[in-house]
């Protein structure tokens, strides 16, 4: 028997991308097809998911979704069923998903994703006639009042279904006024603790956390870092009270985007095999950066410039970095202070630093195919993706010891080189002296070619394809469906 989800997340990989959540959100369909899952996504209508869409075709229509006029259109997203959510009011404008062309939050995002949420509770509990649904899976704040509304507004005749949500970043979670409540059209009950007030507001992920049948995250590591006060950002305590309903999957990566073998956006393929082709890769890379070739090893950066990331610590380190002959091309946006320090490197040193800001993705692979490491130093990370490309390609991951980069990358220390298991380069807190020292030695080890091509075989032997975790998301599904029976 087919299991029929409904995946609510506000982007997915082809036709909306602001990180991670998008590259999840677009395999899962793929990753459960195999274990009896028929997914399907509904996704809010900006212009670019507008756009993709060859024949729109209405299936539902709503005269007021909290004020504003939506219908509900029908399309395919690699092969998948998609629902997206019309709603020119909502989501028709210029900009990003969350943010204006400025970079502001747009002001109404509160309204903008309860809207999706109330939209995305009737579409699960079978609103719109021909599709219903045994369960429904929302992805972080922005999808998690589809929950809240399921458990206290439900549509007349709707049927129950079971619920997952899957904490992708705890650090966004959707706090918003007290005076947001009336407009959400919840009724009164749903103020209380265990619904959406929280600290005197209204928490979207905190309701939607409380409402799930079960709450996954993206790795092991950071679904026990969440109990904790450091990770949790204040909501630990609900973690915790969640107990065993809490667990972590981490991700798989996407093998028909990106592997080495089939890549076209390389300047040369190549595999475990024909790992000396790769170098054809860090030539290209290096004159399109405008680096110099050296001996020391080119480091590469492909991430979201924040806090979060670590990015601050990685500017204090770069001259270091420089000084024992590394190299460093970085692809990054956000933060402006953050790139204008970069920048200002890329200046002291020309030819060993360049930096390229904005979103490319194509030059993403590249540079995964042309790196020698990958630098992910994050204060915190669910699962991170670029040390799983970075792993694929050969491109050996130097990441924090947190969230799923403590989960997917083995630290070259002397048994684990000795038995060549090693992956990559693990270093313990975010500091100067960490990550100089994490650096230092990944520097030694490239000095030793042999053993940096055994990394890098090991790395691109270890399968993070999604066969595993779509299994796992699977089974879930299935235990919490039988419960409800
Ligand atoms: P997060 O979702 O927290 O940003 P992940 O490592 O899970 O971190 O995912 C980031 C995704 O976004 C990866 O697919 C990465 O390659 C991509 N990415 C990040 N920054 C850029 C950029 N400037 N250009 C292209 N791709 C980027
Ligand atoms: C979030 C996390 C990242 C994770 C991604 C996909 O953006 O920051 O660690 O890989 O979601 O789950």
């Not at 042999?450 to 879930?476: E, H, N, P, V």
Request: proline content about 5%.
């Amino acid at each position: 028997m087919t299991i029929k989800v409904l995946s609510v997340a506000s982007e997915a990989v082809p036709l909306v991308k602001t990180g991670g959540l998008a590259d999840v959100a677009g395999a899962l369909p793929s990753a459960v097809a195999p274990h009896g899952v028929e997914m399907t996504t509904i996704l809010p209508g900006y212009p670019a998911v507008m756009k993709a869409l060859s024949r729109p075709r209405a299936v539902h229509a709503w005269d007021s979704l909290l004020g504003d006029k939506a219908r509900l259109v029908v399309g395919k997203i690699d092969g998948h069923p998609l629902l997206v959510l019309d709603a020119p009011a909502y989501f028709q404008r210029d900009g990003g998903p969350y943010v204006s062309g400025a970079g502001q939050d747009w002001g109404d995002n509160w309204r903008r994703f309860a809207a999706f949420g109330r939209a995305a509770a009737d579409v699960a509990a079978g609103a719109v006639k021909g599709r219903n649904f045994d369960l429904v899976h929302a992805h972080d704040w922005q999808a998690a009042m589809a929950l809240a509304y399921l458990r206290f507004a439900p549509p007349e005749g709707g049927r129950r279904v079971p619920s997952v949500m899957t904490i992708h970043n705890m650090a966004f979670q959707g706090f918003y006024g007290a005076d947001k409540f009336p407009a959400l059209a919840l009724p009164q009950e749903a103020w209380s603790m265990d619904g959406v007030e929280y600290h005197g507001g209204v928490g979207f992920l905190k309701a939607g956390l409380e409402a799930a049948s079960a709450i996954t995250t993206v790795s092991p590591t950071y679904a026990r870092e969440i109990r904790t006060a450091e990770f949790g950002m204040g909501l630990e305590g609900l973690i915790l009270s969640r107990g065993e309903r809490v667990s972590g999957i981490v991700n798989g990566i996407d093998s028909a985007q990106w592997s080495p073998e089939t890549d076209p956006s390389l300047a040369t393929r190549f595999g475990v095999r024909t790992l000396a082709k790769r170098v054809a890769n860090k030539r290209a890379l290096e004159a399109d950066f405008g680096l110099e070739s050296g001996d020391g090893p080119l480091f590469v950066v492909i991430s979201r410039l924040t806090w979060q990331k670590g990015m601050d610590v990685l500017l204090e380190v770069l001259d270091h970095m420089v000084g024992i002959g590394g190299r460093l091309a970085l692809l990054g946006s956000g933060d402006k202070a953050m790139e204008n320090g970069f920048h200002a490197a890329a200046m002291r040193h020309p030819g060993k630093i360049a930096v390229r800001t904005g979103y490319d993705e194509a030059l993403s692979h590249r540079m995964q195919a042309g790196g020698d490491a990958i630098l992910v130093p994050s204060r915190f990370e669910p699962c991170g993706l670029t040390q799983l490309y970075g792993l694929a390609y050969g491109c050996v991951p130097v990441v924090a010891r947190t969230g799923g980069l403590a989960d997917t990358v083995i630290d070259a220390n002397l048994a684990a080189i000795m038995v060549g298991v090693a992956t990559g380069v693990q270093f313990g807190g975010v500091t100067y002296s960490s990550l100089s020292d994490a650096i230092s030695r990944t520097v030694a080890i490239y000095a030793q070619q042999d053993t940096w091509r055994a990394i890098q075989r090991a790395g691109m032997k270890t399968d993070f394809s999604w066969s595993r975790s779509g299994k796992a998301y699977a089974d879930l599904y299935a235990r919490l469906i039988a419960e409800e029976q």
